[in-house]
């Protein structure tokens, strides 16, 4: 019956309603747009790289070894020994590994030398592997590979060539003589693949001999057909990947290259190292849920200074349900069910908007900008935020249901001139 009454109340002042509600709507479908992007922007970052038990690199820190290795910012303090890299490759335990070299850029685009492994293991989000938009992997030497970014930014197709140069500053200075092809675009994978430009680890090799020092050495300067003739075997790599045949197995092949006697190396598990770069960052993930959470304090401020404009207007209707028998608590209750169902229909038609926009922008956010928005039943976090939307709606209805609590019956039929 109370609720009944509350309806028929919200109804005769449906306009004033219905905008309240709106800005319930409004806040709760922004409070919860942050929450999920927040949560899948969490998990995109988790799944960068899956599939790798172990990221080896030059002794430094877990965190500066992840950044430069796999999303390619900052460089390494030292690079590793081929050597090295050849002898804990071969060791029984482990199924395959993914040498990479960096250094050098693109047009602002970091490239990457690496081998054919690197398509074959390298796993992205769930274990998914790298797929070709077109073309296919490397098959001569100065072959590439380049990710969708790359593509869409430069204009790039397949047989486009393209020139690498010699460092990432916009002065440096450009191989020109040992350009590369591309034959490969990459499908769009939300990962720092998308803006890396990848070439055969014999060619990243080939387009720096005849350079000392960064300098170019121009009586040591290959050409293409010359460049077959030298050992393009590296002496150094950058960094690398391991897959282990067994899981249980990387404990142990972890603590051996943390103790490989040739030279300081540091192996890291990827998910270890991602949740304390995770945790790096937190501070703007916490600014989020801030701002959302403010967002949504304004929007049941609002609701309460919309209530209370009202509630003036209301004390001869107020009076009138006294003079038939309704007693103080009732009008209290009144007040308080009407606030709580203003919550309730704003929340409601804040979730049906930012799902519908979900549904809407999906595809959008995940082609565009490698977002992937899933369109579930609401987390854990999100019914939290939702409850406490409708509790909060709920107890900012006892302040003018005090009010008018207190109002007497005869101030709400009297006369005031």
């Known amino acids: 019956m109370l609720i009944k009454i509350a309806l028929e109340s919200l109804f005769s002042r449906r306009v004033s309603a219905m905008l309240t509600i709106a800005g319930i709507a409004i806040s709760v479908a922004l409070l919860v747009a942050v929450e999920k992007i927040r949560v899948d922007a969490h998990t995109s970052f988790a799944n960068t790289i ?64 690496t081998t054919n492994a690197y398509f074959e293991h390298f796993h992205y989000g769930n274990r998914k592997p790298l797929e070709f938009d077109q073309g296919a992997p490397f098959e001569g030497i100065f072959d590439a590979v380049i990710g969708a970014d790359v593509a869409k930014a430069l204009g790039y197709t397949v047989g486009q060539k393209l020139v690498v140069a010699h460092g990432t500053t916009s002065a440096a200075l450009e191989h020109a003589n040992l350009p590369f092809h591309v034959v490969g675009i990459l499908k769009r994978t939300g990962t720092p693949v998308d803006r ?16 000392e020092s960064g300098t170019l050495i121009t009586s040591r300067t290959l050409t293409p057909e010359t460049a077959l003739e030298h050992d393009l075997e590296p002496k150094t790599i950058t960094a690398f990947f391991l897959g282990m045949k067994r899981r249980v197995d990387t404990f142990q092949i972890q ?54 404009s009202t509630l003036n207007e209301r004390r001869r209707e107020i009076a009138i349900l006294r003079s038939v028998g309704a007693r103080p608590a009732h009008i209290f209750a009144l007040l308080v069910a ?14 049906a908007l930012i799902y519908l926009a979900m549904f809407a922008l999906g595809p959008y956010l995940a082609t565009q900008y490698g977002l992937d928005i899933a369109l579930e039943v609401p987390s854990r976090g999100i019914v939290t935020i939702l409850a406490a939307v409708v509790g909060g709606s709920f107890l900012v209805g006892f302040i003018p249901a005090w009010l008018a609590y207190r109002h007497s019956l005869s101030d709400g039929l009297s006369i005031r001139l």
Do not use: C
């Open 255 to 308: 603590r051996a290259i943390n103790e490989f006697p040739d030279e300081p190396l540091l192996a890291v598990l990827p998910g270890v190292a991602l949740q304390e770069l995770w945790d790096l960052v937190g501070v703007g993930e916490r600014a989020l849920l801030v701002v959302g959470a403010m967002v949504v304090f304004s929007g049941l401020t609002g609701m309460l200074i919309g209530i209370l």
């Open 50 to 113: 899956s599939g790798t038990d172990l990221v080896v690199g030059a002794r430094s820190g877990s965190v500066q070894l992840l950044l430069y290795s796999v999303f390619r910012i900052g460089n390494a303090t030292n690079n590793v020994g081929w050597d090295s890299f050849k002898k804990i490759s071969a060791h029984p335990a482990v199924a395959w590994a993914i040498p990479i070299a960096l250094g050098d850029s693109h047009r602002g685009f970091r490239v990457m030398g």
């Open 338 to 351: 009407e606030s709580t169902l203003l919550g309730v229909g704003g929340t409601v038609l804040g979730v």
């Open 196 to 211: 890396t430009v990848h070439v055969t680890l014999a060619g990243f090799e080939a387009i720096h001999v005849g350079w």
